[in-house]
């Protein structure tokens, strides 16, 4: 004995209703970084091998919303002969005591609001083993601060 199944045609509905609602206007929000100098533009003079120049800076994200969260990255520039003989460090607070600023950026848990403030102190060391050959040319140093929406 087989059995056989067999389907006839016919149709089949899935009844639904829609009502559409008008919101009203809605925009994206931004986030702004301001970041400046604590005492003006630092010069870091001469460094000889093996020294260390310290630089202080504030950043502030500002933004609208009550959820927007923000984290903050540091990073650096110098002129590519010295890429390889400059160290390069970062701190939320104080310079080599404070909380060091990851590559992953600060806070390396969690997130800040806007408005909150960061005190940020940067350093360059110029390694004890830079070769003569960079003695007496410009570092060309620069720091690069970066807010990022977390969240």
């Known amino acids: 004995m087989a059995i056989v199944a067999a389907t006839a045609p016919g149709t089949m509905a899935g009844w639904q209703a829609q009502e559409t609602l008008n919101v009203g206007i809605v925009t994206t929000g931004d986030l702004s ?3 400046h100098w604590s005492a003006g533009a630092p010069h870091l003079g001469a460094l000889f091998p093996g020294q260390k120049a310290d630089a202080h800076l504030k950043a502030t994200i500002h933004g609208s919303g009550t959820n927007l969260r923000w984290k903050l990255q540091v990073a650096h520039k110098v002129d590519p002969a010295f ?3 400059v160290i390069f460090q ?3 607070g104080a310079c080599g005591t ?6 992953n950026g600060y806070p390396s848990q969690g997130s800040m609001p806007p408005g909150q403030n960061v005190d940020i102190c940067v350093r360059f060391t ?3 083993n830079v070769p003569s050959t960079l003695q007496g040319k410009t570092l060309g140093a620069k720091v690069v601060v970066t807010g990022l929406q977390a969240g």
Request: glycine content about 6%; hydrophobic content about 40%.
């Open 33 to 35: 970084l301001n970041a």
């Open 126 to 128: 110029l390694k004890a």
């Open 90 to 92: 970062s701190w939320a």
């Open 98 to 103: 404070g909380t060091p600023i990851q590559t």
């Open 83 to 85: 890429k390889d003989h």
